[in-house]
């Protein structure tokens, strides 16, 4: 690695490379060498993240309900209630005044939403061309309301997702325009606290949301030496417009970016119990179990394919690029 | 999905699972795909996990990223770091090694380099930026050729002087011939690629039954189509009546697209190409005519390019071969992966390398 | 190389076509299949359609391959 590529950023292996070869030499051993979504301290979860979204609004969202959705949505997966915020804004020089104040009241309005309240932040104004319009930085703070590991998790655990995946990467791509194609796709960007909440009670061993990287990321991050997890290909919530754009284009939707999606281990006792939960909720009406924690792969996720056979659904390298040969 | 969903169905898979099952063969038989797109369906799918025993599926030279040689990376890497040009090309160049640099290292370093779904598409953004060089790197069998060829007739009709392409398209023919003469290859059943033939025809292949005796079926992308290409190839070797059948009826017809032949013809004349790991092969690649010569990069401005260096080790040549699985390259997996990819087959998601690595 | 996919012609403009597959759309180059018409399905490769496609679905296909002995 000698100079960083825009796939560094894409949450595959590359920016696992990155955070080891740069970020863990220099600060080694202790809470972030779990490079978990957010830490805990005394019984309290803390995660930041920034937001460098580009365009600034696309269909179903902007950078202002992302900043604020992203970070409540790692603190939720930590297993704790959001509860406060900061927000640190980075605003191009020139950037239109109104704009502004709708990425602003979009970030509140989702805050205020959950009764999260931001309670610090910080305003930054660069030269022209030093930034594209608006970068976001966010902290959320939650308390915790069940305690959440990844060493939880057991074989015959099912795996369970809230809804429709790959929507937010290709809304993206959309509203880029550019590959000259048009669709009613939106982002799936939304906060999950409410949808999560009343699912807390039961048997949930772990949780992470899905982002960039898709699902495939997600599942990499977390699979251990000791079992691995089965997919079921024909169970993975996926609209035909979303299937159809990434037919076009090439792409693995498992590895296209969610901005709404919760990925819960749950024991087979409760799995039913949370499929209802979740499917009372806007947010979970299309959830499903999407597969199983097994032991009889090791350290892998597997996709149980249509014809009967499994492939090996693998961490993506780096930002999905359009295949057309 | 229309003509989709309906090739993927599970009552129709199992149906034809258990068809290509019901053969036995006493001695290996091996089926080679020519088609990065089927290598990718039928590793998605697991397809390659249901043929009988005895049958063995290999990966040829089907992936055009995978084919094109460290030189023409070189020269698309030499050309996007001059002053003013913008290199425009489809996404799966992006992260194929070069010599020492890859496209997607370059655009870090400054360069512009812009993917395209599709060549007109390039062909817009030099019209509206006259003030800029464009070059498309025209890379592609058949089934993309055409659609560059008429791209650059739109670009001379339109009178474009700041459009170029950097000819490296490949024909299939020529090389399925090659590796057939290849005395260490030995394949015993082609799966045909379904969008190449839906271009040159069905008729096309008929040499490879009749000339060399061995059965070929022309094949659509989706698992039931993958299905049907198997269970033709190995009824016909059981028969021993080798021909060229074509079980994607609904896009594939004997004589192929005789508009987009013509254009092709128009546009490019044959040329010896050099396939990666192969090596030249006469007739196998795609110049532009004399009318057409002006949108050569190549003679617009001098290319300078150090000597090509290839990575010790890599076996991509005898993969492409099907002489060798890629676990059975000593670098797979440990110092060629695909996030640091050393061949090209392990960089291109089309790639018999990258598909054993992902998908197993 | 030679990713297709089967798209629906929506609404045709001198040489080029607005085409719709399962909910997303583009527009595509007729150059190589002057013919096309409102209504087919063609496969679209690389922004070109190539082939205009018998409407013929997989069962169908099963059919004529098995009537055929070819399968």
């Not at chain 1, 909440?197 to 699979?223: C, H, K, Q, S, Y």
Request: glycine share 10%; charged share 25%; with cysteine.
């Amino acid at each position: 690695m000698d100079k960083i590529l825009l796939s560094h950023g894409g949450g595959g292996k590359k920016t696992q490379a990155l955070l080891k070869e740069v970020f863990l030499q220099s600060f080694g051993a202790g809470e972030l060498s779990k490079l978990d979504d957010g830490a805990i301290f005394d019984s309290y979860v803390i995660s930041t993240d920034s937001y460098v979204v580009n365009p600034l609004f696309f269909p179903g969202g902007d950078i202002g309900k992302l900043a604020a959705s992203g970070s409540i949505n790692d603190v939720v997966s930590m297993g704790a209630e959001p509860l406060y915020m900061s927000a640190g804004f980075i605003i191009e020089e020139g950037f239109p005044v109104s704009d502004l104040k709708r990425i602003v009241k979009s970030l509140a309005d989702t805050i205020k939403s959950i009764g999260v309240e931001l309670i610090t932040g910080d305003t930054k104004v660069v030269e022209k061309g030093k930034c594209d319009g608006v970068y976001i930085n966010t902290t959320g703070i939650g308390r915790i309301v069940k305690e959440l590991s990844v060493e939880r998790i057991r074989p015959g655990n099912l795996v369970v997702i809230n809804g429709n995946i790959a929507e937010h990467g290709l809304s993206i791509l959309l509203a880029r325009n550019e590959y000259g194609i048009s669709s009613g796709i939106k982002s799936d960007c939304m906060e999950l606290w409410t949808l999560i909440r009343p699912a807390l009670e039961l048997d949930i061993r772990f949780m992470r949301d899905a982002t960039r990287g898709g699902l495939a990321a997600v599942l990499n991050e977390v699979v251990s030496s000791d079992w691995g997890i089965e997919l079921y290909q024909d169970k993975i919530p996926i609209s035909e417009e979303v299937k159809g754009m990434c037919e076009m284009l090439g792409l693995d939707p498992l590895t296209v970016a969610n901005e709404g999606k919760m990925v819960i281990f749950v024991s087979e006792d409760d799995v039913e119990k949370l499929i209802e939960i979740l499917r009372k909720h806007p947010g979970g009406k299309d959830a499903e179990v999407i597969g199983r924690v097994v032991d009889d792969v090791k350290g892998r996720v597997v996709e149980k394919t249509v014809v009967g056979t499994r492939r090996i659904v693998d961490m993506p390298v780096g930002e999905g690029l359009p295949r057309i040969c | 999905m229309k003509f989709v969903d309906e090739f993927r169905d599970s009552t129709v898979i199992r149906e034809l699972v258990e068809k290509l099952q019901n053969f036995s063969f006493a001695t290996p038989v091996n089926i080679m795909e020519v088609c990065g797109t089927h290598t990718v369906s039928i590793h998605r799918f697991g397809l390659h996990r249901v043929l009988p025993e005895n049958v063995k599926h290999v990966s040829g030279p089907g992936c055009p990223v995978c084919v094109t040689p460290n030189e023409y990376l070189d020269m698309a890497i030499a050309l996007a770091r001059m002053e003013g040009f913008v290199i425009t090309t489809f996404g799966d160049m992006m992260r194929v090694p070069g010599s020492r640099s890859s496209l997607e290292k370059e655009n870090a370093s400054g360069a512009d380099i812009r993917v395209v779904y599709s060549p007109m598409d390039a062909l817009k953004m030099a019209e509206n930026e006259k003030d800029r060089t464009f070059v498309f790197l025209a890379v592609g069998f058949e089934t993309t050729a055409p659609g560059i060829a008429a791209t650059v007739k739109e670009a001379k009709k339109l009178g474009l002087k700041n459009f170029y392409i950097l000819p490296g398209n490949k024909t299939m023919p020529q090389a399925l011939k090659a590796l057939i003469d290849d005395p260490e290859v030995k394949i015993d059943g082609f799966l045909l690629p379904g969008h190449v033939s839906t271009i040159v025809g069905s008729n096309e292949y008929r040499f490879i039954p009749e000339d060399y005796g061995i059965p070929c079926a022309v094949s659509g992308f989706e698992p039931a189509d993958i299905l049907m290409g198997f269970i033709s190839i190995l009824r016909q070797i059981k028969e021993g009546k080798p021909s060229v059948e074509n079980t994607y009826l609904r896009s594939v017809r004997p004589e192929g697209n005789i508009v987009a032949k013509a254009i092709m013809k128009e546009v490019f004349v044959p040329c010896d190409s050099e396939w990666r790991g192969i090596g030249v092969i006469p007739d196998s690649g795609l110049d532009l005519a004399p009318d057409y010569m002006d949108f050569d990069i190549r003679r617009k401005v001098e290319i300078e390019i150090e000597e090509p260096v290839e990575y010790p080790g890599c076996r991509c040549g005898e993969v492409l071969k099907g002489l060798v699985l890629p676990p059975e390259c000593p670098l797979f997996g440990k110092v060629c992966t695909p996030e640091n990819p050393v061949g090209a087959c392990m960089v291109s998601s089309e790639g018999s390398c990258s598909a054993y690595y992902k998908y197993g | 190389m030679c990713l297709g996919v089967p798209m629906k012609i929506v609404e045709v403009k001198g040489d080029s076509a607005l085409c719709e597959f399962s909910g997303s759309k583009r527009e595509v180059s007729l150059k190589l299949l002057p013919e096309a018409k409102v209504g087919d399905y063609v496969i679209v490769h690389a922004g070109f359609a190539i082939q205009k496609l018998d409407e013929k679905d997989a069962l169908e296909t099963l059919k004529m391959l098995q009537e055929a002995g070819i399968i």
